[in-house]
C-alpha cells in the first residue's frame, strides 16, 4: 500500500525476498509524482523477485484470502507444513478482541471454533412448501370440518323436521283411535237406545190392550150407573175432581218434562261438567211424583219446600250456564280469529306467489280494515327497493316498521286515521304507520355523495321521499371509529348523535327491501295455510258445538219465572183438592150398602181405568224418553262417527305428509304401549312433542342457514340449492365435501408427502451429512489445541489449559439423532422406525421461527465449551469459575494463552520455533490483569515463539515495560496527533528488572534471610 497527497494505493502482491518503498511504485511525470503504471511495476517487481532468488505471486483483488494465504505460506515457519488462512485470520481478530470476553463458553464457541455454515436455503424452501402444502391441508380439513358442520346442522334439522310432522301425524291417529272409541261407546249406548225403545214399543202395546180393557168395563158399569140417581151424584163428585186437578198437573207434568229433557241434553252435550245430574234431581223427583199419580189424586205437596227445592237447583245453575255462554263466546271469538289468520295467510301467500314480500301480520290486518270502509293503502316496501343489496339488512335494521308504512291514497288520510284509531285490540294494529306524503320534504342535492338515502329508489316519489327524509344525512361507513361522522356500515353499527349503537339485522329471509328466496317463503307459507285450515275446522266445529249446546239448554236460561208458576200451580192444586177431598169423604158416609156396593164397583174399574191409562200414558212417556234417548244416541253417534271421519281423514293426510316417518312413529306407540300410557296420554305427549319439535325445527334451520351463510361467504361457495331446504343442501354439500375428500385433499396430501420425502432427502444427504461432518470436525479441533497446549509449556504456577465440550441437555435428542441419521439409508422414514424421531427435529421441519432454526444456522449451539485449569494432570478449577470469583489475572490470563495457543497452531509453529511469520496483536493488555500475570503472558507468549504487539492506555506502562522491546506513544491535542517512538535498551531492561525476583534470586533469599534474622530463626 502506497499513498501520494490525497491519491492512496492498494495493491496485492506476494514477492519473497524484495523489500520495497513508496518510491518504488510511484514515477515523476511533468513534476507530478502520480503512481507507476501496473504493467511496468509488475515487470520490474518480477524481475526484483527472481532477482532475489524467488517467484512473484500477484494474488486476483478480489479473493483477500488467496492474498493471505499465499502470504502466510510464504511467511511460515521453517518447520511448519501449512498454514490455515482461516483459522489464522480467526485466531488474530480473537486476540485482538480478547477485552470483550465475560463467557468462557461464549468465547471457546463464538472465538475458538470455526463457524463452518451450512447453506440451507434449498432445504428451507423444501420446508416452506411442506409448510404451506400441510397448512393448505389443514385448510381443507378445516372446511371439510366446516362443511360437515353445516352437514350436521342439515341433519338436525332433517330429524327435527320428521319428529315434528310425525309427532303431527301420530297424534292424528290418536285423535282417531280416541274418536273410535267414543264412535264405538256411542254404538252401544244407540244399540241400547234403540233395544230400550223397542221395549218401550211393547210395552205400550201391551199397556194399549189393558186400557182399553179397563176402559170398556168402566163404560159399561157407567152405563149401569146412569139409570142410579145417587150414584150419579157421586160421579158428578168425581168429574169436578177430575175436571178441576187435571189442568194443574197436565201443566205441571209439560214443564217438568221440558226441564228434566233440557238437564239431560246438557249431561250428554256437556260431560266434562259434573253439576248437571246432581242439579236436575230435585226436578226429576218432583216430575215422578206428579206423573206417576192419577189426575182425580191428590199430591199433598207443599209448594213452598218444592219451590224452595228447585230455587237452589236454579242457584247451582247459574255457573254452569254462564260457563257455557262464556264458552260459546270464546269459541265464536276463536273462529274468528282463525278465520282472520287463514285470511291473512292466503294474502300473505298471494302476495309471495306474485314476488312481493311478506308482510307483518299487523300491517295485513290494517289494510283489510281500510279497503273494507273502500280506502286503498299500499305498504311502502313495494313501491322502493335498494339500489345494493348488500346495504338493505343494514338499512331496514336502522327504519324498522317505516319500511312497512302504510301510503293512503291521496285525500283519504284523516278517514283512514280515523279507522285505524277505532281498530279493536284483537286485531293487534300496533306498530303500523300511516304515511302522511303532503308533509315528506326531501332535497337530494343536498346530501353528500356517499349518503344511504341515495341507496333508495322506486316509481313512488312519496315513498321514496319517506324512507330518505327518516335515513336523514346518515351516511355509508366501512368501519365505525370514534372519530366517525354520522352513519351506518353494513354489519349494522350507527354512529348518530354522538353515541355508536350496534342494531340486530334482520334474517336473511326476513328482508323487506332486498331480495328474499321466494321458495323458502312459499313453502313455510304453504305449511302455514295447511296449518291455519285445519285450526279454522277445528274452531268451527267447536263453535258449532257450543252454540247447540247453548239452544238446547235454553229452557234452563227462564227457570226463574217457570219456579214461579210452578209453584203457583201446586198452591192452586192444594186448595182445590181440599174441598173436593172433604165433599167426597161426606158421599162416602151417606151412601146405602148398595149403593157403597156399586160404587165400589165403579171406583175398582175406574182405579183399574186409571191405573191402565196411566200405565199406558207410562208407557207413551216411557216411548218418548225411549225416542228421546234414540235420537239423542243416533245424533251423537252422527256427531262422533262424522267426527271419527274427519280425522281419519286428516291422519290419512297426515301420514301421506312428506317427511314422515311411519317406522318411528310405530316404535314411538309401540313403546308407548308397552308403558301402559292411555290415548289421552300420548296424545298430551304428541302435542308437546309438536310443540318441542316446532321449536327445535325453527332453531336448527335457522342455525343451518347461519352455517351454510357463513361457509358460503367464506369459501365463496356457489350453490342453487334452497338455503330453507335441507334435502338441497344436503346434497349440496355432500357434493361439496366429497369433492374436496377426493380431490383438493388428496393432491395436497400427496404433493405433501412428495415435498416431505423430498425435504427429509435433502435434509439426510446435506444437512445431516453438514452438521455430523462439522460436529467431527470440530472435536478434531479442539483435540488438537489440546494436544499442541499438552505440548507447549505450562503457564504460572505450573498450569495447563485444557478445552472441553459437551452437548447441551436440550439438544442431546437431536444431536443423537442427527449423527444417526447421517449414517442411515436413503430408505430409512425420518419420522418412522428404525429410528425414533423426536419432538426437537418435529419442530425442526414444522416450526418457521423455533429455537430449533437456529441449531441449522450454527451448530456449534448444540454445545457448551469450557478451560479446564489443570496442574499435574489434575483439574484444579476451571475459567468459567475464575471468571465468576477469581481476580482479574486469574481470569484474564488463560484468555491469552489459549489466543496464543489458537495463534500459534494456526501459524504451524512448535514450541520455541521462532522462524518466519509470528505476530500477533492485543487490544488493552494490561485491562483487568495485574503486572505479574501481564509478565507470565508475555513470557508465555515469547515461549511459544510469537511476536506480541499490544495497544494499551498509558496507566498500564508499569505492568509491561518490562516485557516490552518499546513503545511509541500517541498524543492527541484537537485535531493534532504527536508521535514518539520510545526504544528499551539493554541497560533499560535490566534497570526495569532489577527488582524482579524471578531475575534475580538471589534478592528472594537474601529478603528471606533478613526475615529469619529477625524472627530467631536459625538459617
Same mark, same amino acid.
Given at each position: 500500500?502506497?499513498?501520494?497527497?490525497?491519491?492512496?494505493?492498494?495493491?496485492?502482491?506476494?514477492?519473497?525476498?524484495?523489500?520495497?518503498?513508496?518510491?518504488?511504485?510511484?514515477?515523476?511525470?511533468?513534476?507530478?509524482?502520480?503512481?507507476?503504471?501496473?504493467?511496468?511495476?509488475?515487470?520490474?517487481?518480477?524481475?526484483?523477485?527472481?532477482?532475489?532468488?524467488?517467484?512473484?505471486?500477484?494474488?486476483?483483488?478480489?479473493?483477500?484470502?488467496?492474498?493471505?494465504?499465499?502470504?502466510?505460506?510464504?511467511?511460515?515457519?521453517?518447520?511448519?507444513?501449512?498454514?490455515?488462512?482461516?483459522?489464522?485470520?480467526?485466531?488474530?481478530?480473537?486476540?485482538?478482541?480478547?477485552?470483550?470476553?465475560?463467557?468462557?463458553?461464549?468465547?471457546?464457541? &463464538?472465538?475458538?471454533?470455526?463457524?463452518?455454515?451450512?447453506?440451507?436455503?434449498?432445504?428451507?424452501?423444501?420446508?416452506?412448501?411442506?409448510?404451506?402444502?400441510?397448512?393448505?391441508?389443514?385448510?381443507?380439513? +378445516?372446511?371439510?370440518?366446516?362443511?360437515?358442520?353445516?352437514?350436521?346442522?342439515?341433519?338436525?334439522?332433517?330429524?327435527?323436521?320428521?319428529?315434528?310432522?310425525?309427532?303431527?301425524?301420530?297424534?292424528?291417529?290418536?285423535?282417531?283411535?280416541?274418536?273410535?272409541?267414543?264412535?264405538?261407546?256411542?254404538?252401544?249406548?244407540?244399540?241400547?237406545?234403540?233395544?230400550?225403545?223397542?221395549?218401550?214399543?211393547?210395552?205400550?202395546?201391551?199397556?194399549?190392550?189393558?186400557?182399553?180393557?179397563?176402559?170398556?168395563?168402566?163404560?159399561?158399569?157407567?152405563?149401569?150407573?146412569?139409570?142410579?140417581?145417587?150414584?150419579?151424584?157421586?160421579?158428578?163428585?168425581?168429574?169436578?175432581?177430575?175436571?178441576?186437578?187435571?189442568?194443574?198437573?197436565?201443566?205441571?207434568?209439560?214443564?217438568?218434562?221440558?226441564?228434566?229433557?233440557?238437564?239431560?241434553?246438557?249431561?250428554?252435550?256437556?260431560?266434562?261438567?259434573?253439576?248437571?245430574?246432581?242439579?236436575?234431581?230435585?226436578?226429576?223427583?218432583?216430575?215422578?211424583?206428579?206423573?206417576?199419580?192419577?189426575?182425580?189424586?191428590?199430591?199433598?205437596?207443599?209448594?213452598?219446600?218444592?219451590?224452595?227445592?228447585?230455587?237452589?237447583?236454579?242457584?247451582?245453575?247459574?255457573?254452569?250456564?254462564?260457563?257455557?255462554?262464556?264458552?260459546?263466546?270464546? &269459541?265464536?271469538?276463536?273462529?274468528?280469529?282463525?278465520?282472520?289468520?287463514?285470511?291473512?295467510?292466503?294474502?300473505?301467500?298471494?302476495?309471495?306467489?306474485?314476488?312481493?314480500?311478506?308482510?307483518?301480520?299487523?300491517?295485513? $290486518?290494517?289494510?283489510?280494515?281500510?279497503?273494507?270502509?273502500?280506502?286503498?293503502?299500499?305498504?311502502?316496501?313495494?313501491?322502493?327497493?335498494?339500489?345494493?343489496?348488500?346495504?338493505?339488512?343494514?338499512?331496514?335494521?336502522?327504519?324498522?316498521?317505516?319500511?312497512?308504512?302504510?301510503?293512503?291514497?291521496? #285525500?283519504?288520510?284523516?278517514?283512514?286515521?280515523?279507522?285505524?284509531?277505532?281498530?279493536?285490540?284483537?286485531?293487534?294494529?300496533?306498530?303500523?304507520?300511516?304515511?302522511?306524503?303532503?308533509?315528506?320534504?326531501?332535497?337530494?342535492?343536498?346530501?353528500?355523495?356517499?349518503?344511504?338515502?341515495?341507496?333508495?329508489?322506486?316509481?313512488?316519489?312519496?315513498?321514496? $321521499?319517506?324512507?330518505?327524509?327518516?335515513?336523514?344525512?346518515?351516511?355509508?361507513?366501512?368501519?365505525?371509529?370514534?372519530?366517525?361522522?354520522?352513519?351506518?356500515?353494513?354489519?349494522?353499527?350507527?354512529?348518530?348523535?354522538?353515541?355508536?349503537?350496534?342494531?340486530?339485522?334482520?334474517?336473511?329471509?326476513?328482508?323487506?327491501?332486498?331480495?328474499?328466496?321466494?321458495?323458502?317463503?312459499?313453502?313455510?307459507?304453504?305449511?302455514?295455510?295447511?296449518?291455519?285450515?285445519?285450526?279454522?275446522?277445528?274452531?268451527?266445529?267447536?263453535?258449532?258445538?257450543?252454540?247447540?249446546?247453548?239452544?238446547?239448554?235454553?229452557?234452563?236460561?227462564?227457570?226463574?219465572?217457570?219456579?214461579?208458576?210452578?209453584?203457583?200451580?201446586?198452591?192452586?192444586?192444594?186448595?182445590?183438592?181440599?174441598?173436593?177431598?172433604?165433599?167426597?169423604?161426606?158421599?162416602?158416609?151417606?151412601?146405602?150398602?148398595?149403593?157403597?156396593?156399586?160404587?165400589?164397583?165403579?171406583?175398582?174399574?175406574?182405579?183399574?181405568?186409571?191405573?191402565?191409562?196411566?200405565?199406558?200414558?207410562?208407557?207413551?212417556?216411557?216411548?218418548?224418553?225411549?225416542?228421546?234417548?234414540?235420537?239423542?244416541?243416533?245424533?251423537?253417534?252422527?256427531?262422533?262417527?262424522?267426527?271419527?271421519?274427519?280425522?281419519?281423514?286428516?291422519?290419512?293426510?297426515?301420514?301421506?305428509?312428506?317427511?314422515?316417518?311411519?317406522?318411528?312413529?310405530?316404535?314411538?306407540?309401540?313403546?308407548?304401549?308397552?308403558?301402559?300410557?292411555?290415548?289421552?296420554?300420548?296424545?298430551?305427549?304428541?302435542? +308437546?312433542?309438536?310443540?318441542?319439535?316446532?321449536?327445535?325445527?325453527?332453531?336448527?334451520?335457522?342455525?343451518?342457514?347461519?352455517?351454510?351463510?357463513?361457509?358460503?361467504?367464506?369459501?365463496?361457495?356457489?350453490?342453487?340449492?334452497?338455503?330453507?331446504?335441507?334435502?338441497?343442501?344436503?346434497?349440496?354439500?355432500?357434493?361439496?365435501?366429497?369433492?374436496?375428500? &377426493?380431490?383438493?385433499?388428496?393432491?395436497?396430501?400427496?404433493?405433501?408427502?412428495?415435498?416431505?420425502?423430498?425435504?427429509?432427502?435433502?435434509?439426510?444427504?446435506?444437512?445431516?451429512?453438514?452438521?455430523?461432518?462439522?460436529?467431527?470436525?470440530?472435536?478434531?479441533?479442539?483435540?488438537?489445541?489440546?494436544?499442541?497446549?499438552?505440548?507447549?509449556?505450562?503457564?504460572?504456577?505450573?498450569?495447563?489449559?485444557?478445552?472441553?465440550?459437551?452437548?447441551?441437555?436440550?439438544?442431546?435428542?437431536?444431536?443423537?439423532?442427527?449423527?444417526?441419521?447421517?449414517?442411515?439409508?436413503?430408505?430409512?422414514?425420518?419420522?418412522?422406525?428404525?429410528?425414533?424421531?423426536?419432538?426437537?427435529?418435529?419442530?425442526?421441519?414444522?416450526?418457521?421461527?423455533?429455537?430449533?432454526?437456529?441449531?441449522?444456522?450454527?451448530?456449534?449451539?448444540?454445545?457448551?465449551?469450557?478451560?479446564?485449569?489443570? $496442574?499435574?494432570?489434575?483439574?484444579?478449577?476451571?475459567?468459567?469459575?475464575?471468571?465468576?470469583?477469581?481476580?482479574?489475572?486469574?481470569?484474564?490470563?488463560?484468555?491469552?494463552?489459549?489466543?496464543?495457543?489458537?495463534?500459534?497452531?494456526?501459524?504451524?509453529?512448535?514450541?520455541?520455533?521462532?522462524?518466519?511469520?509470528?505476530?500477533?496483536?492485543?487490544?488493552?493488555?494490561?485491562?483487568?490483569?495485574?503486572?505479574?500475570?501481564?509478565?507470565?503472558?508475555?513470557?508465555?507468549?515469547?515461549?511459544?515463539?510469537?511476536?506480541?504487539?499490544?495497544?494499551?492506555?498509558?496507566?498500564?506502562?508499569?505492568?509491561?515495560?518490562?516485557?516490552?522491546? #518499546?513503545?511509541?506513544?500517541?498524543?492527541?491535542?484537537?485535531?493534532?496527533?504527536?508521535?514518539?517512538?520510545?526504544?528499551?535498551?539493554?541497560?533499560?531492561? +535490566?534497570?526495569?528488572?532489577?527488582?524482579?525476583?524471578?531475575?534475580?534470586?538471589?534478592?528472594?533469599?537474601?529478603?528471606?534471610?533478613?526475615?529469619?534474622?529477625?524472627?530467631?530463626?536459625?538459617?
Amino acid at each position: 500500500m502506497g499513498s501520494i497527497g490525497a491519491t492512496t494505493i492498494l495493491t496485492r502482491r506476494v514477492l519473497p525476498g524484495v523489500d520495497l518503498e513508496l518510491e518504488d511504485h510511484t514515477q515523476t511525470d511533468r513534476g507530478q509524482l502520480v503512481p507507476l503504471a501496473w504493467p511496468e511495476f509488475r515487470e520490474w517487481a518480477s524481475e526484483r523477485t527472481v532477482a532475489a532468488g524467488g517467484k512473484p505471486d500477484f494474488p486476483r483483488d478480489r479473493l483477500a484470502s488467496d492474498f493471505v494465504q499465499r502470504m502466510l505460506f510464504q511467511l511460515r515457519a521453517d518447520r511448519a507444513r501449512s498454514i490455515d488462512n482461516v483459522a489464522f485470520s480467526k485466531a488474530l481478530k480473537n486476540a485482538l478482541n480478547l477485552k470483550d470476553v465475560h463467557d468462557a463458553s461464549a468465547f471457546v464457541r &463464538d472465538r475458538i471454533i470455526e463457524e463452518r455454515p451450512i447453506n440451507i436455503s434449498e432445504f428451507r424452501h423444501q420446508l416452506e412448501t411442506f409448510r404451506d402444502l400441510k397448512q393448505k391441508i389443514v385448510d381443507v380439513i +378445516e372446511r371439510i370440518q366446516i362443511g360437515g358442520n353445516v352437514l350436521e346442522a342439515c341433519q338436525k334439522t332433517i330429524l327435527a323436521r320428521m319428529r315434528k310432522v310425525s309427532y303431527a301425524a301420530l297424534a292424528a291417529e290418536l285423535h282417531r283411535d280416541q274418536a273410535m272409541e267414543k264412535l264405538d261407546d256411542s254404538l252401544e249406548a244407540k244399540v241400547e237406545a234403540e233395544r230400550g225403545f223397542a221395549t218401550a214399543s211393547q210395552t205400550l202395546e201391551s199397556t194399549k190392550q189393558g186400557h182399553e180393557t179397563a176402559e170398556r168395563r168402566l163404560k159399561e158399569l157407567t152405563a149401569r150407573a146412569k139409570n142410579d140417581p145417587e150414584l150419579q151424584k157421586h160421579q158428578a163428585l168425581t168429574t169436578d175432581r177430575e175436571r178441576l186437578l187435571t189442568p194443574l198437573k197436565k201443566n205441571l207434568t209439560t214443564e217438568l218434562r221440558r226441564i228434566v229433557g233440557a238437564f239431560g241434553t246438557a249431561k250428554v252435550r256437556d260431560p266434562e261438567a259434573n253439576g248437571w245430574t246432581f242439579l236436575a234431581k230435585p226436578w226429576e223427583s218432583l216430575l215422578d211424583r206428579i206423573a206417576n199419580s192419577a189426575a182425580i189424586d191428590s199430591l199433598r205437596l207443599d209448594a213452598a219446600t218444592e219451590a224452595a227445592r228447585l230455587r237452589d237447583a236454579h242457584a247451582g245453575c247459574q255457573s254452569l250456564l254462564e260457563a257455557i255462554k262464556k264458552r260459546e263466546a270464546s &269459541d265464536a271469538t276463536a273462529l274468528e280469529q282463525a278465520k282472520l289468520q287463514l285470511k291473512t295467510a292466503l294474502q300473505q301467500l298471494e302476495r309471495v306467489k306474485t314476488g312481493r314480500v311478506q308482510l307483518p301480520d299487523a300491517v295485513i $290486518n290494517v289494510r283489510n280494515l281500510l279497503e273494507e270502509q273502500g280506502i286503498e293503502a299500499t305498504p311502502v316496501c313495494d313501491l322502493v327497493s335498494v339500489t345494493d343489496p348488500s346495504w338493505a339488512p343494514a338499512i331496514e335494521a336502522y327504519l324498522r316498521s317505516n319500511t312497512y308504512a302504510l301510503l293512503v291514497e291521496p #285525500g283519504r288520510e284523516d278517514d283512514a286515521i280515523r279507522i285505524y284509531e277505532a281498530i279493536p285490540d284483537g286485531y293487534n294494529p300496533f306498530g303500523v304507520k300511516i304515511v302522511q306524503p303532503r308533509r315528506q320534504t326531501h332535497n337530494p342535492s343536498s346530501l353528500p355523495e356517499n349518503a344511504l338515502a341515495h341507496l333508495i329508489t322506486g316509481q313512488n316519489e312519496q315513498a321514496v $321521499n319517506f324512507l330518505r327524509s327518516r335515513l336523514r344525512h346518515l351516511l355509508q361507513l366501512e368501519t365505525a371509529t370514534s372519530r366517525s361522522d354520522d352513519g351506518l356500515t353494513r354489519k349494522g353499527t350507527l354512529v348518530n348523535n354522538g353515541t355508536i349503537e350496534r342494531l340486530r339485522l334482520p334474517a336473511a329471509g326476513e328482508v323487506l327491501l332486498g331480495k328474499q328466496d321466494m321458495r323458502a317463503k312459499l313453502d313455510h307459507l304453504a305449511r302455514q295455510k295447511q296449518r291455519l285450515d285445519q285450526q279454522v275446522q277445528t274452531a268451527d266445529r267447536k263453535a258449532q258445538q257450543s252454540k247447540e249446546l247453548l239452544q238446547a239448554i235454553a229452557p234452563l236460561t227462564t227457570l226463574k219465572d217457570l219456579i214461579e208458576n210452578i209453584q203457583r200451580w201446586l198452591e192452586e192444586h192444594s186448595e182445590l183438592e181440599r174441598p173436593l177431598d172433604d165433599a167426597q169423604e161426606l158421599a162416602r158416609l151417606q151412601q146405602n150398602p148398595d149403593l157403597v156396593a156399586m160404587q165400589e164397583l165403579l171406583d175398582v174399574a175406574t182405579q183399574q181405568y186409571n191405573d191402565a191409562r196411566q200405565a199406558h200414558h207410562d208407557a207413551l212417556t216411557a216411548l218418548g224418553s225411549a225416542k228421546t234417548a234414540e235420537d239423542n244416541a243416533i245424533t251423537h253417534y252422527d256427531d262422533l262417527k262424522a267426527s271419527a271421519d274427519r280425522l281419519a281423514h286428516r291422519a290419512s293426510e297426515d301420514m301421506r305428509q312428506p317427511f314422515v316417518d311411519a317406522g318411528w312413529i310405530d316404535e314411538r306407540r309401540t313403546g308407548w304401549e308397552r308403558e301402559g300410557k292411555t290415548l289421552e296420554d300420548m296424545i298430551n305427549t304428541c302435542t +308437546e312433542g309438536v310443540k318441542r319439535e316446532s321449536t327445535a325445527y325453527g332453531t336448527q334451520e335457522s342455525e343451518m342457514r347461519t352455517r351454510l351463510r357463513e361457509y358460503v361467504n367464506r369459501y365463496q361457495f356457489d350453490t342453487a340449492a334452497n338455503p330453507s331446504d335441507p334435502d338441497e343442501i344436503t346434497g349440496a354439500m355432500e357434493s361439496e365435501l366429497k369433492r374436496l375428500q &377426493d380431490s383438493e385433499l388428496a393432491i395436497y396430501q400427496q404433493q405433501a408427502d412428495e415435498a416431505y420425502h423430498v425435504a427429509v432427502s435433502t435434509f439426510r444427504s446435506r444437512i445431516a451429512a453438514n452438521l455430523r461432518s462439522s460436529f467431527d470436525d470440530m472435536a478434531n479441533q479442539l483435540r488438537e489445541l489440546n494436544s499442541i497446549m499438552a505440548r507447549m509449556p505450562a503457564f504460572t504456577n505450573d498450569e495447563r489449559y485444557h478445552f472441553k465440550w459437551w452437548v447441551n441437555p436440550e439438544y442431546k435428542t437431536l444431536h443423537r439423532f442427527i449423527s444417526d441419521i447421517a449414517n442411515r439409508s436413503s430408505e430409512d422414514n425420518l419420522f418412522e422406525d428404525p429410528i425414533n424421531t423426536p419432538d426437537e427435529f418435529r419442530a425442526l421441519l414444522e416450526e418457521v421461527n423455533g429455537p430449533s432454526q437456529e441449531l441449522l444456522r450454527d451448530y456449534r449451539k448444540f454445545f457448551s465449551f469450557e478451560v479446564e485449569v489443570r $496442574n499435574d494432570g489434575q483439574t484444579i478449577s476451571t475459567l468459567k469459575n475464575r471468571m465468576e470469583k477469581g481476580s482479574g489475572g486469574e481470569h484474564r490470563a488463560p484468555l491469552f494463552v489459549v489466543a496464543g495457543a489458537a495463534l500459534a497452531a494456526a501459524y504451524g509453529k512448535l514450541q520455541g520455533d521462532t522462524s518466519g511469520m509470528s505476530l500477533i496483536l492485543f487490544d488493552e493488555l494490561g485491562d483487568k490483569i495485574d503486572g505479574n500475570n501481564t509478565k507470565a503472558v508475555f513470557e508465555y507468549l515469547r515461549s511459544l515463539g510469537l511476536q506480541p504487539i499490544v495497544a494499551a492506555p498509558d496507566d498500564a506502562l508499569g505492568k509491561i515495560n518490562e516485557s516490552v522491546d #518499546g513503545y511509541i506513544e500517541l498524543y492527541r491535542d484537537g485535531a493534532y496527533l504527536a508521535v514518539n517512538h520510545v526504544g528499551l535498551g539493554p541497560d533499560t531492561r +535490566e534497570l526495569l528488572t532489577s527488582d524482579s525476583w524471578e531475575r534475580h534470586p538471589e534478592l528472594l533469599e537474601a529478603e528471606t534471610r533478613k526475615i529469619m534474622a529477625e524472627r530467631g530463626i536459625p538459617s
